[in-house]
């Protein structure tokens, strides 16, 4: 019989998230989920903040607009091994100004390509593809630090990407990695496959290690977010056997079943690597973004009603459904890389069966979309149309389980080939997005912000505030048109509460922003209300109201 993996349900995190913090919340008016923004208590005479309002921390208000940017190979950043610390910063401000001005909110930064970092660590050396050569010196500066730190001063959530098993692409030969390389000081850890050197997942130590390498990122820098791709055990390569003989029969246990036990050992890896995020940093999110064929309807009736030729749970023993149904993760972000209607893995098939899949559970679902295809794929036709990506955001629209999209990869969102990218942003992108709030109520509550004015510049209306503590961002509101109050000519402000939607978002501010100019005609029949963002994404109750210039 093989052994069934244990199942502990993730629900612990989701019992943190609705505790102290939550209650600290409610108890002060700051943090209440809700479907909508529906007034409560008003500000009282003085004109502070509104109290008591009920602020959505879901969809459309908070939606997922993200992009991958790989730095494997050097496909996005940087754009090549050994630039200049100056090079590679200023490389990265124009990717995270582009994302910016391409509607985006969020940043997926791979920071682990090759079992190698973009952060000074202490149990693994620095990636080439960034210092040129494994294991050198930065240069004088923390790549990590600097990327989080750009992301969040310019609104960007920033999601750490990490590939848990990769070790080399170019070599099997681990003397071709720096000396001091944890593969090479254990080389019973590692196995050559189709050109490439690979951790073993069934070895409980490279487990061990790898959470530890992931985790000394996650507990020294402020990011927001832990991702896996689609990468576990490799691919397969066609007439060659993943060489793990030994290490099945060292640590197979009980399992008669050489798949059942690699699908264990991702298992494991994923539900302890989501353990101890939890308890280290609540507020962080943690999802995979896996090829998004779990299995065929031909090999499981569970499964999609495709013929892919590749199987997660059979082919990668990534077993992505258990995953959501277990909540060790808090998003899923299958890689739904086909067009609409194309009969192998179509479009249309897979965002509905996932849909399914994460109904009734905690997990989001965020679909990654392969703007590479777009101009340069012949795959199927429909890649040759600009508008095949805005046909797949209002396919999204049918399912509200969906609520965001990440796009692979940054250099093919800027290329903007046939213009699909600008058809897409007017149809979908035309207004701001808060970044998800997956973990709402795991944060501290931010106070709102205050002294709000406005005054008229040859940009337009200004709108400033003040806030006391430490640096936030913040969300601003725009409101047309105003209720009138008793007496004839008399009238008053629009409700701070009512102002907090998702129709009237117009800004999304990074940490120390004081203020925000309005480029759009305004008088006194438009109004502002501000917010503060905390670590959560949740926002505090919003300002009183100010008029425009």
């Known amino acids: 019989m093989s052994q069934p993996h244990r199942t502990r349900s993730r629900t612990r995190r989701r019992a943190y998230a609705l505790g102290a913090p939550l209650a600290l919340a409610l108890a002060t008016s700051t943090l ?54 100056e090079e590679a910063q200023a490389e990265l401000r124009d990717w995270y100004d582009s994302a910016v001005d391409d509607g985006l ?10 079992a190698d970092t973009f952060w000074p ?34 609104g960007l959530d920033f999601h750490a990407w990490f590939n848990p098993y990769r070790v080399s692409q170019t070599s099997t030969d681990p003397a071709t990695l720096s000396p001091e390389h944890p593969a090479r000081l254990n080389p019973d850890w590692v196995l050559p496959y189709g050109g490439k050197l690979y951790y073993d997942p069934g070895v409980p130590a490279v487990r061990e290690h790898t959470i530890a390498v992931m985790m000394e990122a996650v507990e020294r820098y402020d990011i927001d977010g832990v991702h896996f791709d689609d990468y576990f055990y490799p691919y397969p390569v066609a007439g060659e056997e993943f060489p793990d003989d030994e290490s099945f029969a060292r640590y197979g246990g009980d399992f008669e079943d050489r798949g059942d036990w690699r699908r264990d050992n991702i298992n494991l890896l994923v539900e302890e690597f989501s353990e101890q995020i939890a308890e280290a ?29 590749a199987q997660t749970y059979d082919d990668l023993y990534a077993d992505t459904r258990l995953w959501v149904q277990e909540e060790w993760l808090d998003y899923v972000l299958p890689q739904v890389y086909w067009s609409i209607g194309f009969e192998p893995a179509a479009y249309d098939v897979l965002v509905p069966w996932w849909s399914e899949t994460v109904e009734g559970t905690d997990v989001a679902l965020w679909i990654g979309q392969a703007t590479y295809k777009v101009g340069t794929s012949t795959q199927s036709p429909e890649w040759a149309d600009p508008q095949e990506m805005v046909r797949h955001l209002d396919l999204n629209e049918e399912y509200p389980q969906v609520t965001g999209d990440v796009w692979f990869s940054a250099k093919d969102v800027v290329a903007n080939r046939l213009g699909h990218w600008d058809l897409l942003q007017e149809a979908h992108y035309d207004t701001p997005a808060l970044p998800p709030a997956l973990q709402a109520g795991a944060g501290d509550p931010v106070r709102a912000p205050h002294g709000i004015s406005t005054r008229p510049t040859a940009e337009g209306t200004q709108v400033r505030w003040h806030q006391k503590g430490e640096d936030a961002g913040y969300a601003v509101y725009r409101v047309e048109g105003e209720r009138t109050g008793p007496g004839k000519g008399k009238g008053r402000p629009i409700d701070a509460c009512d102002a907090v939607s998702a129709d009237n978002l117009v800004a999304v501010l990074g940490t120390g922003a004081t203020s ?34």
């Not at 940093?281 to 499964?303: C, I, L, M």
Request: aromatic fraction near 8%.
């Open 32 to 85: 209440l989920p809700a479907a909508s923004a529906t007034p409560a208590v008003t500000a009282g005479p003085g004109g502070g903040p509104h109290q008591g309002c009920e602020i959505s921390t879901g969809a459309p208000l908070h939606e997922m607009r993200g992009t991958w940017i790989a730095s494997v190979a050097n496909i996005d950043w940087p754009s090549r091994p050994g630039l200049s610390p």
């Open 516 to 549: 925000w100019t309005d480029p759009e005609p305004s008088g006194k029949d438009v109004s502002y209300v501000v917010t503060t963002l905390a670590d959560d994404n949740t926002q505090s109750q919003p300002s009183r109201p100010v008029r425009g210039r």
């Open 281 to 309: 940093k609540p507020e962080v999110s943690f999802g995979v973004s896996p090829f998004a064929v779990w299995r065929n309807a031909g090999t499981d009736p569970e499964g999609s009603e495709t013929t892919a030729g």
């Open 105 to 114: 909110n969020s940043v997926f930064v791979q920071v682990r390509p090759t």
């Open 121 to 154: 660590s202490e149990l693994e050396p620095s990636s080439h593809w960034i210092t040129g050569e494994q294991g050198a010196d930065f240069g004088g500066w923390d790549p990590m630090q600097f990327a989080v730190e750009e992301a969040h001063s310019r």
